[in-house]
């Protein structure tokens, strides 16, 4: 079993309004990834911490909610947050920030058989396009420990560096793994690139 995490726990103070909530293809960000991750990964967490009252209530049910209780922090802790929370039978986790909400269906379905069929060394399976890594991020249980061991001001990329030779990267066609809606222009950019490519 594989647990998806969506860090959704930030104050969107760029965006000036919760991330989580803006559209993509008829969809909250919050949603579509809830719906996107739960096609490979079981439960999926969904990390919260500022505005938090207000997108409990816009969560699809089917997604178990964890509160990050000082997300001031960083999104490290909103990680480590949903690390408390997985299952005790679940081999592993994928992990994606709430404003990545255009990577595809068929590539989390990918990435999840990869991660399954993975070596017993592999520790990460990691999306890969022309050369660039994106998300979402799937990890090996085991690996959970070192994230949750770092001190608030390290950064989960640490982790993730540290072990580029037990890590599988996967080759998609998807430039949804990049996408970062940090903005207002971000956010412009991307319904810009749906109009261009509405399907």
């Keep these: 079993m594989i647990a998806g995490i969506i860090l959704a726990a930030g104050a969107s103070s760029r965006m000036g309004t919760p991330k989580a909530l803006l559209d993509y293809r008829g969809e909250t960000f919050v949603g579509r990834l809830v719906r996107v991750l739960g096609t490979s990964c079981n439960p999926v967490i969904v990390v919260l911490g500022y505005h938090a009252e207000a997108l409990r209530r816009r969560v699809p049910a089917t997604a178990t909610i964890a509160i990050n209780p000082d997300p001031s922090r960083g999104q490290l802790s909103s990680l480590q947050t949903g690390l408390a929370a997985l299952p005790a039978d679940a081999e592993g986790f994928a992990f994606i920030p709430v404003d990545s909400p255009a990577v595809a269906e068929g590539t989390v379905a990918t ?65 949804g793994i990049f996408t970062d809606v940090d903005d207002p222009e971000a956010y412009r950019q991307l319904k810009e690139r749906l109009k261009e490519s509405p399907v």
């Design 111 to 175: 990435l999840a058989r990869a991660f399954e069929q993975r070596k017993p060394e592999t520790l990460f399976v990691i999306p890969r396009q022309s050369g660039k890594r994106g998300h979402p991020v799937f990890a090996a249980r085991s690996i959970a420990a070192e994230f949750l061991a770092l001190p608030p001001t390290a950064e989960a990329r640490e982790v993730v560096h540290a072990h580029v030779d037990r890590t599988e990267y996967v080759d998609v066609d998807d430039s």
